[in-house]
């Protein structure tokens, strides 16, 4: 089984990062190949809106350092996705890379019943973490993109989600979250 992980704080050991090394060094444990990326170590632009991807080419026309990234989720069989709610979203970093997969999506996307170019089957990991405590707050951001990655033909998502861990390494407190990222890589794996 191979696993993209995608960091998208800025906090190299925040807690969205903290839960992400759960979940990949449990799946490591079972066997798996884990590949991380850093997003805010990259050099990468948003979509362009340019539609090369859907008149031109079967790809993103942008040659950066997210080129590797959205080739290897291409090859990968779970693809993991972790970002702190920033103002009541992900973060900028991984809203980038999610702009870019617009690429995914063939010209004919609103019309072809199975508008992807990614393989069938793919499996997502959203991680979540945010300041607020109150888990009603902010609790609509998962919904919103699973729709989305539900178009790529993801076949199942799953939702591991912190709340109220501010500072830096907080969450290792929260054992049922931790403990809720290995339960999640055992169940996929």
């Known amino acids: 089984m191979k696993i993209v992980c995608l960091l998208g704080s800025p906090r190299e050991k925040g807690n969205t990062a903290a839960i992400a090394n759960r979940f990949c060094d449990t799946a490591e444990k079972l066997g798996a190949k884990v590949q991380t990326f850093a997003l805010n170590k990259l050099e990468y632009?948003?979509?362009q809106g340019c539609m090369a991807?859907?008149?031109?080419l079967d790809r993103c026309v942008l040659e950066d350092d997210l080129t590797e990234v959205l080739e290897a989720v291409l090859e990968t069989d779970v693809l993991v996705?972790?970002?702190?709610?920033?103002y009541g979203d992900v973060s900028s970093q991984l809203?980038?890379?999610?702009?870019?997969?617009?690429?995914y999506l063939p010209g004919d996307y609103l019309t072809n019943p199975g508008p992807t170019r990614l393989p069938a089957?793919?499996?997502?990991?959203?991680?979540?973490?945010?300041g607020n405590p109150d888990q009603e707050r902010f609790a609509d951001i998962f919904g919103r993109y699973d729709y989305f990655f539900k178009w790529y033909g993801i076949a199942e998502s799953h939702l591991i989600r912190a709340c109220g861990v501010r500072e830096?390494?907080?969450?290792?407190?929260?054992?049922?979250v931790m403990k809720l990222a290995e339960t999640t890589a055992k169940k996929l794996f």
Do not use: H, M, N, W
Not at 53 to 56: A, F, I
Not at 168 to 176: K, Q, S, T
């Open 53 to 56: 991807c859907k008149t031109k």
């Open 45 to 47: 632009q948003g979509c």
């Open 81 to 86: 996705l972790a970002s702190p709610t920033y």
């Open 95 to 103: 809203k980038g890379f999610i702009d870019r997969t617009y690429s």
């Open 168 to 176: 830096p390494g907080a969450v290792e407190a929260l054992e049922d």
């Open 121 to 130: 089957g793919k499996k997502l990991v959203f991680i979540l973490a945010q």
